[in-house]
């Protein structure tokens, strides 16, 4: 039996839990036994779906202040003696869960970065967060985990800078399942009949409320190119903390007609196929799925300068600085595309596609047993 434990952050809508997720709905899980360690409320409030879904089993800690209780914690949990301890990071807060780990001589102490930044709204305490990411960086050294692996170059250079030897990182690909998301008519027809939006230019965005996605520029934007352009639509796909700052950014300048909101949703591909454009101003990224998905839908992109150009899978990308005219002259003089058939193929040919790279991760698991 392989034993594995992964060890995930944030709100299970998002992008880490996808990753992890998806994979598992691909892997061989027969002689594998599979847990999650969290601190995620939402996620734990979803033990039995999950547990049916997924065939895993969840546990959680609580101690946080008392560092003597939290390592007794994390130490009744590796007396499991698991083979595999992935750990799914976007910073490095601390990294206390690998040391033990690799005290206790796990085979495959694995730490992953999933992102090249954290939010940051100027407060003192976003400040002092990131000051002890990067002094954390500096300690952290080829002696705390196994493993090092990173969603792309910028985000490795992100949680690991010069402490890990570049030769030993590697770079596991954000993976879809490229033939759900390729291009589709009937959806087309489908979600514009819903809206009542067949006659409109239909610009889209997904992705997290939230200070990194920067949906507050978009909003900007918008607002100026609907002064010249009035058959334009926005659709804004996702929650999250700025969700309600957005919501009356919207409402204050009258655009409630024009930016349609959808919550979350199983069926993105539907709404990528009514779209004509994708936009993505975030102020950092690892290397975002949403692209690779608007990618396999045939979708072009204006995506800000910040993100990894690792992510242009197609060489039709366009990179732009977070200057609002460029973007507003830009989106004005799209021309609409013609390359949607067949771009899904395109995607998974360059290694992106969930079914490849869930083996590459089940392979790099089952290692521990070579």
């Known amino acids: 039996m392989l034993k594995i434990l992964e060890v995930p952050a944030f709100g299970i809508e998002g992008g880490?839990?996808?990753?992890?997720?998806?994979?598992?709905?691909?892997?061989?899980?027969?002689d594998m036994e599979i847990?999650?360690?969290?601190?995620?409320?939402?996620?734990?409030?979803?033990?039995?779906?999950?547990?049916?879904?997924?065939?895993?089993?969840?546990?959680?800690?609580t101690e946080r202040e008392n560092k003597a209780l939290f390592d007794q914690e994390i130490l009744e949990i590796l007396d499991k003696d698991y083979d595999?301890?992935?750990?799914?990071?976007?910073?490095?807060?601390?990294?206390?869960?690998?040391?033990?780990?690799?005290?206790?001589?796990?085979?495959?102490?694995?730490?992953?970065?999933?992102?090249?930044?954290?939010?940051?709204?100027?407060?003192?305490?976003?400040?002092?967060?990131?000051l002890l990411h990067e002094e954390n960086k500096k300690k952290f050294s080829m002696q705390d985990a196994t493993d090092f692996w990173a969603c792309s170059k910028k985000a490795?250079?992100?949680?690991?800078?010069?402490?890990?030897?570049?030769?030993?990182?590697?770079?596991?690909?954000?993976?879809?399942?490229?033939d759900k998301y390729k291009y589709c008519k009937e959806n087309r027809e489908y979600i514009r009949s819903k809206y009542n939006i067949d006659?409109?230019?239909?610009?889209?965005?997904?992705?997290?409320?939230?200070?990194q996605k920067n949906q507050e520029f978009l909003i900007e934007i918008f607002e100026e190119i609907f002064q010249l352009r009035k058959d334009i639509v926005l659709f804004m796909i996702g929650s999250g903390t700025t969700y309600n700052i957005i919501v009356d950014m919207i409402e204050e300048r009258n655009l409630s007609s024009q930016i349609i909101l959808v919550d979350w949703t199983e069926n993105i591909q539907h709404y990528l196929s009514a779209m004509d454009l994708f936009v993505l101003p975030s102020r950092f990224e690892g290397l975002p799925l949403t692209l690779v998905e608007a990618q396999a839908n045939g979708l072009e992109t204006i995506v800000s300068d910040l993100v990894t150009k690792e992510v242009d899978l197609m060489n039709n990308m366009?990179?732009?600085?977070?200057?609002?005219?460029?973007?507003?002259?830009?989106?004005?003089?799209?021309?609409?595309?013609n390359r949607r058939i067949d771009a899904d193929k395109i995607i998974a040919e360059a290694g992106y596609d969930i079914r490849q790279q869930a083996k590459i991760l089940e392979k790099?698991?089952?290692?521990?047993?070579?």
């Open 16 to 30: 880490i839990y996808q990753y992890i997720f998806s994979h598992l709905n691909y892997m061989n899980k027969e």
């Open 35 to 61: 847990d999650f360690l969290t601190r995620n409320k939402k996620l734990i409030d979803h033990n039995q779906i999950i547990e049916n879904n997924y065939g895993v089993r969840l546990f959680s800690t």
């Open 84 to 130: 595999v301890i992935h750990l799914h990071s976007s910073y490095l807060l601390g990294y206390r869960i690998e040391q033990l780990a690799m005290k206790k001589k796990v085979k495959k102490v694995i730490l992953h970065s999933h992102s090249s930044g954290m939010e940051l709204f100027g407060k003192q305490a976003d400040e002092d967060l990131k």
């Open 156 to 178: 490795s250079q992100w949680m690991f800078g010069e402490q890990i030897e570049p030769s030993r990182i590697k770079i596991m690909k954000n993976a879809i399942d490229t």
């Open 199 to 211: 006659n409109k230019f239909v610009i889209g965005h997904i992705g997290r409320f939230s200070y």
């Open 318 to 337: 366009k990179f732009l600085p977070l200057k609002e005219h460029m973007w507003v002259k830009e989106i004005l003089n799209h021309q609409g595309n």
């Open 364 to 370: 790099e698991y089952r290692s521990v047993h070579e």
